[in-house]
């Protein structure tokens, strides 16, 4: 897989894992090109059979500070103030959250130090996440005269609603114990044990059969807001699938689930 923007993405496909590395700086900001770059890659890795988990990791003390400042700042000169970019930069970034969100392979958060607002985001939109005991965590709009209203999307579907309003009310940074306490993220990790556990993780989630996997991880992402008679109904369907699927007939014939309920 070919990443067009290498110095905002890296890329490595290894054993089913594709790890899209965030560049673009420091601070790695969502740029209108960072954002771009990984929509692209994160198309091209659903589409891709190769890929069976997908990891995005921001290396160093922030994984990701959210919108870029100083690329805002600038179309300030415009004379509409900046609104037409502005408007172009959130509708890209809320396709790409929704792409992760709704990617039907794993997704899974790699951060070492701190997200801030959409970066947070970005964390929140994955299916799992893993973080160093140096994580932070912080939704700041309200210090800088706002709020984060499209952060909170995201945020808001793994958090319940207090320890949401807590991070938006008050715009404070909250450590990586709060984090796992909440339900943000599902490991906190010694620093010199995160990247290589991760792995391993990511790795066995990768050996599974990809078919039910993919389908379930959709199947969920679809049912969860209807009621419950219709999401049992579309579950039902996807579960017949799982067990009339051809790789899973194939392993029974060996054995290999004769064991199991």
């Not at 922030?62 to 408007?87: M, P, T, V, W, Y």
């Not at 207090?162 to 008050?170: N, V």
Request: net charge negative; hydrophobic share 50%.
């Amino acid at each position: 897989m070919t990443i067009q923007q290498p110095e905002f993405l890296g890329s490595a496909l290894e054993d089913g894992v594709l790890t899209l590395t965030l560049g673009g700086g420091k601070a790695h900001p969502l740029s209108l090109t960072m954002i771009g770059t990984l929509k692209a890659a994160l198309d091209a890795a659903i589409a891709d059979a190769a890929v069976k988990v997908i990891v995005i990791h921001g290396p160093g003390p922030i994984f990701c500070a959210g919108h870029d400042l100083k690329e805002i700042s600038h179309h300030r000169a415009d004379a509409d103030h900046g609104q037409a970019f502005l408007q172009e930069l959130f509708d890209a970034c809320a396709a790409m959250m929704t792409t992760l969100a709704e990617a039907p392979k794993p997704t899974i958060a790699i951060v070492e130090g701190i997200a801030t607002a959409a970066g947070l985001q970005m964390v929140a939109s994955c299916d799992l996440a893993f973080v160093s005991e140096a994580a932070r965590f912080q939704l700041p709009g309200v210090n800088n005269g706002g709020f984060c209203s499209t952060p909170a999307v995201a945020v808001s579907r793994a958090l319940s609603r207090k320890h949401l309003m807590e991070l938006l009310l008050s715009g404070d940074v909250f450590d990586a114990d709060w984090a796992l306490s909440a339900g943000l993220v599902n490991r906190v990790l010694p620093a010199d044990r995160l990247a290589q556990e991760t792995a391993d993780f990511a790795r066995r989630l990768a050996g599974r059969n990809a078919g039910p996997v993919q389908r379930g991880i959709a199947t969920l992402n679809a049912q969860m807001h209807l009621p419950l008679a219709e999401a049992y109904a579309v579950s039902g369907v996807t579960m017949l699938g799982h067990f009339m699927d051809p790789d899973r007939i194939a392993q029974e014939s060996r054995g290999k689930f004769a064991d199991k309920g």
